[in-house]
């Protein structure tokens, strides 16, 4: 199985900073790597996929990046709706899976 | 829009089988699109239990492979979620999503909203 390590476990910040998460893959999985947003009591929203395609509907201040195994999702400017937990997923190849989760929350 | 909505009991005894359906709608259920179920222990990530493709294939988590059924009826656009033997550990908020399609990075791009299943006599 793939390995998604995802870090950090938690992060405190403030409306207005820049914050970035990163996941990390075990072996290669290309540019398939998505990203989703969980608030408590619902369900993930995919926000990134492909490593870096916004999904529709997405504010910009999200983006993602690659370097080689490592990926990056990075909001410009926290809003108060971005403090939730974010998770990572390889779509390259079953069994799919996930990074354990960053907390982000209000500093 | 398409919208995902699952069903089913929300307690089932241990050494049962957890049943849930997920009904699909406001969008096509074929074209080359994956149905998965996904799950989440309270307090916890992310598991993938698997798939059914659009033509009836399978492929599922191979830590459950033995306890798992996922199948479709394309007339009633809804999959279907069988789990075998459960234990406490089954316990969990139980997703259905829709991933695949042309183009696709196979990302989960619609989710139903989550039904919670506890295993407890």
């Known amino acids: 199985d793939i390995q998604m390590t995802q870090f950090p476990s938690s992060l405190s910040a403030s409306v207005g900073d820049r914050v970035t998460i990163t996941c990390r893959a075990s072996q290669s999985i290309s540019y398939y790597l998505n990203w989703y947003q969980q608030r408590p009591g619902k369900a993930p929203k995919l926000l990134i996929y492909a490593a870096s395609s916004l999904q529709s509907g997405v504010p910009s201040r999200f983006s993602g990046s690659r370097s080689g195994t490592d990926f990056n999702v990075t909001i410009s400017s926290l809003q108060p709706d971005d403090f939730a937990t974010y998770y990572c997923?390889?779509?390259?190849?079953?069994?799919?899976?996930f990074g354990q989760g960053t907390k982000l929350e209000i500093k | 829009q398409v919208q995902l909505q699952e069903s089913g009991p929300g307690l089932v005894q241990p050494s049962e089988t957890l049943s849930l359906t997920c009904i699909v709608s406001?969008?096509?259920?074929?074209?080359?699109?994956?149905w998965s179920w996904i799950r989440q222990p309270p307090g916890k990530g992310l598991e993938w239990i698997g798939y059914i493709y659009y033509d009836g294939s399978t492929n599922y988590n191979p830590p459950l492979k033995s306890r798992v059924t996922i199948s479709v009826d394309t007339a009633k656009n809804q999959f279907s979620l069988k789990l075998t033997s459960v234990t406490a550990a089954d316990t969990a908020v139980y997703y259905c999503?829709?991933?695949?399609?042309?183009?696709?990075?196979?990302?989960?791009?619609?989710w139903g909203q989550g039904t919670l299943v506890t295993v407890s006599s």
């Open positions: 406001g969008g096509s259920f074929s074209n080359y699109y994956y």
């Open positions: 999503a829709r991933h695949g399609g042309s183009g696709s990075y196979y990302q989960f791009d619609y």
């Open positions: 997923q390889q779509s390259y190849g079953t069994p799919y899976t």
